[in-house]
């Protein structure tokens, strides 16, 4: 339900979008900001999506620096071979020159050795500075309006939409749906299902 519309190098407050007033005269309404005033009218269906662009900001590296940490490791520091013990192994010591066939064999000691990795100071890249990015991105939410009393000409219904990012760093997207002026009490009910956003507002 998401696409990235623009990258912004810094916070974008969200007191900088002005409430739009949104007339509901489609099934499908762009708002180019976070939240607005949507108008339900006698034109507006019984069933409206509206895709909202919402500021969604995570946690960048600004700046990298280096520093020296002790690893344990024998692709970067080398192997010490030390000798763990022994063991026996049973060799040909004469072969049948016409046959190949062994005649003699002997037991022989082996030492064993084993490869130990060394310990030593690697340089490490790492952040030093951390910053936030924050990108404008497009989320829908559906509203049903059910069984609502029938609007004259003109008459209308205000409800303010808020949507905002869940939280920091996170990808989903909250919605706030607020009666405002109303020929009547109206309930706005959470219906989302499956990540997609949908709420029903009924009359109380």
């Known amino acids: 339900m998401k696409k990235v519309l623009l990258i912004v190098s810094a ?14 005269n489609a099934e499908n309404i762009e708002v ?4 607005a005033i949507l108008v339900r009218t006698s034109e507006t269906p019984r069933v409206v999506k509206i895709t909202f662009n919402v500021p ?9 620096s280096t520093r020296y940490v002790f690893v344990t490791s024998g ?3 080398g192997y010490d071979r030390r000798m763990t013990g022994y063991t026996t192994r049973t060799i040909c010591t004469r072969m049948n020159p016409q046959n190949g066939q062994c005649l003699r064999t002997e037991t022989q000691r082996v030492p064993v050795i084993s490869n130990y990795p060394r310990t ?12 936030t990015l924050t990108n404008l991105e497009s989320d829908k939410v559906k509203i049903k309006f059910k069984n609502l009393p029938a609007l004259g ?5 205000s409800f303010l939409v808020k949507a905002k990012q869940k939280r920091y760093d996170g990808v989903n997207v909250v919605y706030e749906i607020t009666p405002q002026q109303t020929v009547t009490d ?3 009910s959470s ?6 956003d949908s709420f029903i507002v009924s009359e109380k």
């Open 186 to 188: 109206y309930i706005v």
């Open 120 to 131: 030593c100071q690697v340089p490490e890249t790492y952040c030093s500075s951390y910053g």
């Open 191 to 196: 219906r989302g299902l499956l990540g997609f």
């Open 153 to 157: 000409a003109t008459e209308e219904d």
């Open 75 to 77: 692709y970067q520091c």
């Open 32 to 35: 180019n900001a976070p939240e």
């Open 56 to 64: 969604m900001s995570k946690s960048i590296c600004e700046a990298y």
């Open 11 to 24: 916070v974008i407050s969200l007191s900088s979008f002005a409430q739009e007033r949104v007339l509901l």
